[in-house]
Each structure stands twice: as C-alpha cells, then as structure tokens.
Antibody, heavy 117, light 107 residues
Framework: QVQLVQSGAEVKKPGSSVKVSCKASADTFSTFTISWVRQAPGQGLEWMGRIIPIVGISNYAQKFQGRVTITADKFTNTVYMELSSLTTDDTAVYFC??????????WGQGTTVTVSS | DIQMTQSPSSLSASVGDRVSITCQASQDISNYLNWYQQKPGKAPKLLISAASNLETGVPARFSGTGSGTDFTFTISSLQPEDFATYYCQQYDNLPPTFGLGTKVEIK
C-alpha cells in the first residue's frame, strides 16, 4: 500500500528553521514528484514546492523562494522540507503529497509546526 | 499564478439533499482540475481528478463536470459522512493552486 509517513510535531522559536521529513515507498520515490502543501489554522491549502526525487530537482512557489529547501535522500526514500526564518505566520500543518503536475492522490498524515516565542 | 474562485464558501444542507459547488479558473485550464474532501484534523482526500474522473473507491453520488474555466462538483444525495470541506485545485500550470474551500455543514 502506498504511504507517505511524516515526522512528528515541532515547536520552534521565531527566526529559527524547521526540517520536516516524508518517507515514501520505493516506487513512489522513483516514479513520482513529491509536493509540500501547508495549511494554517482555519485556512485553506497552499502549495509550497516540489521535488522530483529521482533526479533531485526542486521547484518552489515564489512566496517561499529563498526560504524553503526541498531535498531527497535516495538511500532512505525520504524527502525533506526545510523552512527557515520562521515567523508566527508559519504556524501550520505541513503535508507532503504525491504529485504536482498530476492529481495529488496520496498524502502524508501532516506535521504540525508551531512557531512561538 | 492561476486564481481559483470557489463558491459558496459554506453551505448548510440536510441528509439527502443535492449539493453543488462551483469553481472558476482565472484562465483556461482545460480539464486539469481536481476536487478534494478534507475532514477536521485529516489530510485532504482526492475524490475527482481531470474534472470528472471519479477516483477508485469514491461513491458514485460524487460527480464533477466542466472544462476551460468553469467547473462544478455535485453530491447527488448528501450522506452524514459527507459533511466536510471541499477544495478545487488546478494542475495545468505551476504552481498548483487551490480554491479557498467550501464547508458543507449540517442544517
């Protein structure tokens, strides 16, 4: 069964960085892109960026350019999303999902990131 | 970026009602339009892809139509488990963009 399993909740201080992981099955890692989508409390869904894991090429939403880095480890089939210079506005649930220029048909369970002083 | 205008933002309906949600794209996206269902505390679930393609295992009371810029999502007979928030999303151009969502509540 295809699954994306994310790392656990994080609490961070303003100005710091957070790195969230998303472990995929081998076939997902080698065949699909992985997107990151976030959802602030009570708000809608916002695409942050994606990676083609097999070649390590990433693209980012303009809003997050320079602040987000998406990487992939082909030895562990794990994708990482690192967001820097955190503010309280970055408090959200962060999801990884399979697909970008195709339907996002498999989602991770979500990782809650809380930014608070 | 392509803007997705979804309406209504919320609606109240009873079990058995027919419910429709519309989504309008700011430019032609052909049929590159998905619909998702999200329940509180859960990840979104893909219901319909390519505007009208029902995903495997999704009940037939859900349907989608449209192409170009105007799309409609319909639940033919609302069931208790359908109370949730629904989102449209285009995947014609990067970045993929979502509508703001429609919360379907119990009347």
């Amino acid at each position: 069964q295809v699954q994306l399993v994310q790392s656990g909740a994080e609490v961070k201080k303003p100005g710091s960085s957070v790195k969230v992981s998303c472990k995929a099955s081998a076939d997902t890692f080698s065949t699909f892109t992985i997107s990151w989508v976030r959802q602030a409390p009570g708000q809608g869904l916002e695409w942050m960026g994606r990676i083609i894991p097999i070649v390590g090429i990433s693209n980012y939403a303009q809003k997050f350019q320079g602040r987000v880095t998406i990487t992939a480890d082909k030895f562990t089939n794990t994708v990482y999303m690192e967001l820097s210079s955190l503010t309280t506005d970055d408090t959200a649930v962060y999801f990884c999902a399979r697909g970008t220029s195709r339907p996002m048909d498999v989602w991770g369970q979500g990782t809650t990131v809380t930014v608070s002083s | 970026d392509i803007q997705m205008t979804q309406s209504p933002s919320s609606l109240s309906a009873s079990v058995g009602d027919r419910v429709s949600i519309t989504c309008q794209a700011s430019q032609d996206i052909s049929n590159y339009l998905n619909w998702y269902q999200q329940k509180p505390g859960k990840a979104p679930k893909l219901l319909i892809s390519a505007a009208s393609n029902l995903e495997t295992g999704v009940p037939a009371r859900f349907s989608g139509t449209g192409s170009g810029t105007d799309f409609t999502f319909t639940i033919s007979s609302l069931q208790p488990e359908d109370f949730a928030t629904y989102y449209c999303q285009q995947y014609d151009n990067l970045p993929p963009t979502f509508g703001l969502g429609t919360k379907v509540e119990i009347k």
